[in-house]
């Protein structure tokens, strides 16, 4: 690799593997001729030389042969490699049936002709000839596109980069779409996605930045990692249908409210982090797990109401949420992890630790600003791990059993119990 002045290179015979990287730097490579020895290509070696026209073969390769400089396997019917510097849209070879290495960002130009018996592009979109797969899109397509109902399999990058899409309506037959699949389409202002839709997939809709409204059917189950990842979206309703959100699946868009249906059990980590817009959350009634960071760095979130369903709420779940004023934690968290609400400086201002608030959680220690006047019974009932306790050089009211079953009040010596200056309650 690191040659930038070579045109033409020659692979020796005596040559078996290529891997990733070989060819790194030759960004004036434009013709390579492989030797008969060669057995393995990574399917990224060609990718980092942007002028190469043609990759020829060796005639007496038993694993590869070239087709008008275009890599195949010996049999004809799987593209192997595709040399990037070509401009001008390619026609398959009959019998050609495999073009799965295409699915790569890299060759995201690549304009196929219907030429091929295996394929036919209709309007800028190539299609698999019994037209029930979308492979590709010419990436100048423009306005509106409605995909014919026959088609159940989108390709992943089918339409990645197609910076003019302005619409999409999804056939009704599609059950997933697929790995950044409308990725990038920066004009794309409206999908219809059908119910027949059951996983919206990884970076599907990723960097759509004028996206700003999409009705998420009640057939989905999954919204994938980074799926509407630095999108337009200003809110979002999640149906009771959706089980888990992947990690930053809403992350640095411009959200400004999120509700999130009954049938949610996990939200992954990241997954709603940077939405410097995001004021109000509903996270329904049945979210198990929070994620690290899944709220962090949402600005403008004021109130959040935990549900008794959370046990598990991770690192930095809400960290820096600067305007966070109000906290119901449910009834059956068993663990908060560190930095949680770190950076929350709204949360200085509180006057009540509520009912139960931190009961049968992880906490460690603690330490309240002078603000808190009233501690409510059980609050910090069976917290085992909770050894510290700093309270308030104000006066402060202690409910009932609020510090019961931590580990600070096991330690106490039987008697009268004082926390600093307050009289908890008689021990013994």
Not at 121 to 128: A, I, P, Q
Not at 255 to 263: E, M, Q, T, Y
Not at 326 to 352: D, P, Q
Request: one cysteine or more; proline letters at 4%; charged letters at 15%.
């Amino acid at each position: 690799g690191n040659a930038p002045t070579v045109r033409e290179l020659r692979i020796p015979d005596g040559v078996r593997f290529l891997g990733a990287g070989a060819f790194d730097g030759c960004t004036a490579l434009e013709v390579v001729h492989l030797g008969s020895g060669v057995s393995y290509i990574d399917p990224a070696l060609f990718l980092s030389c942007p002028n190469l026209i043609g990759i020829l073969v060796d005639e007496e390769n038993d694993t590869y042969r070239d087709i008008d400089g275009v890599v195949y396997n010996e049999e004809g019917d799987t593209l192997v490699a595709y040399p990037i510097g070509r401009k001008t849209a390619y026609d398959l070879p009959q019998g050609v049936s495999n073009i799965e290495a295409l699915d790569q960002p890299a060759y995201q130009n690549v304009v196929l002709n219907a030429s091929n018996e295996e394929y036919t592009t209709v309007d800028g979109v190539t299609y698999t000839a019994d037209m029930t797969t979308v492979v590709s899109c010419d990436p100048s397509k423009a306005g509106a596109y409605v995909m014919p109902d026959t088609v159940t399999t989108i390709q992943p990058n089918a339409f990645l980069q197609c910076v003019s899409l302005t619409s999409v309506s999804i056939s009704p037959k599609v059950t997933e779409i697929a790995y950044a699949a409308f990725a990038d389409c920066t004009a794309l202002q409206s999908v219809d996605i059908p119910d027949s839709v059951v996983t919206i997939g990884e970076c599907s809709f990723g960097g759509c930045t004028a996206l700003e409204q999409v009705e998420i059917p009640g057939s989905v189950e999954t919204l994938d990692y980074q799926a509407f990842f630095r999108s337009g979206l200003t809110s979002v309703v999640i149906p009771d249908s959706v089980k888990t959100i992947g990690g930053s699946c809403f992350d640095s868009t411009p959200l400004r409210s999120a509700v999130i249906g009954n049938g949610m059990e996990e939200i992954g980590w990241g997954a709603f982090r940077y939405c410097g817009e995001l004021t109000t959350v509903d996270l329904g009634t049945s979210v198990q797990y929070i994620g690290n960071s899944a709220f962090s760095d949402c600005t403008k979130l004021q109130a959040i109401v935990i549900p008794d369903s959370v046990t598990y709420m991770g690192y930095s779940a809400f960290f820096g949420c600067t305007s966070l004023a109000s906290v119901h934690l449910g009834t059956g968290l068993t663990r908060i992890e560190e930095w949680t609400f770190s950076g929350c400086e709204a949360l200085a201002g509180i006057e009540t630790i509520g009912y139960g608030a931190f009961s049968y959680t992880a906490l460690s220690s603690l330490t309240l600003p002078d603000s808190v006047t009233l501690i409510e019974d059980n609050a910090f009932l069976g917290c085992e791990n909770l050894a510290s306790v700093d309270l308030p050089d104000t006066d402060v009211s202690l409910g009932a059993h609020a510090l019961d079953g931590t580990s600070w009040f096991n330690s106490q010596p039987e008697g009268v119990v004082y926390t600093d200056r307050v009289l908890y309650r008689q021990k013994g």
